[in-house]
């Protein structure tokens, strides 16, 4: 889906470093999964809620991988790969995920809070993706981010998705974790904590700003990200 929202975009860049660039962040990316062609392996069957708490566990783990590296550029990598992360995970959460809350008791002001917490950890990404890692501050800044993410994690996944794993059938959440799937690819890459975050809208926005975030990425390095159902 990426490769074919962005081909135009891709031809017009000529110049030879911008398109190592888009390929090194194409492969970072690990667009390919969400990519469907006719000779494509058939996309496995995914909870949707797995998905939820395999970024969950990305995001936890790049913060772990930040702490330990000492190198500035290594740390700028993982830095890169934790903004994006959080961004998209949060994006395509609040259009796949967040809307199936209305089917639990008190659901709408859940998703409302979700979303809350949401718009505070992007104020500070959002920060933090202006910011250098050798800037005064940046370490600080990342730690707090972290805490909140986690928090916000632990929450969905101790209170909120056991919840809904007990109100939607699981082939009801399987076919949530294929939209989950295929849409990730398709949002924002970095975070805009002033654009509305509930679908249509949210649609409307990151089909605006996806587009010039993963241009912006491809100026960027990362780290390799694996999930387990792409593979
Ligand atoms: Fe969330
Ligand atoms: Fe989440």
Redesign the pocket.
């Known amino acids: 889906m990426l490769r074919t929202s962005l081909s135009p975009i891709f031809h017009r860049c000529s110049s030879p470093i911008f398109s190592s660039s888009i390929i090194r962040h194409r492969r970072n990316y690990n667009v390919a999964a969400a990519s469907s062609t006719a000779t494509d392996p058939p996309m496995r069957q995914v909870d949707v809620i797995t998905c ?2 395999e ?2 566990s990305i995001i936890r783990n790049l913060g772990e991988k930040f702490d330990k590296e000492r190198n500035n550029h290594e740390k700028q990598k993982i830095a890169n790969t934790f903004i994006r992360e959080i961004a998209v ?2 994006h395509t ?1 609040e259009m796949i ?1 967040y809307p199936e809350f209305k089917i639990l008791n008190n659901g709408e002001n859940i998703a409302d809070h ?1 979303r809350e917490e949401h718009r505070e950890i992007k104020k500070d990404l959002s920060k933090l993706d202006g910011m250098k890692v050798s800037d005064i501050g940046y370490n600080e800044l990342f730690k707090k981010i972290m805490k909140t ?1 986690d928090k ?2 632990r929450e ?2 101790n209170e909120i998705f056991p919840k809904l794993a007990n109100a939607i059938h699981e082939s009801r959440r399987k076919e949530l974790g294929r939209k989950f799937i295929i849409t990730r690819p398709t949002v924002s890459t970095r975070p805009h904590p002033s654009a509305p975050d509930k679908p249509p809208m949210e649609i409307a926005a990151g089909l605006a700003t996806a587009p010039i975030d993963k241009l912006r990425d491809a100026t960027r390095d990362f780290v390799e990200i694996n999930r387990s159902y792409t593979k």
């Open positions: 939820a708490k970024d969950h995970h949060s959460e995920i979700s993410f916000h994690a969905e996944e």
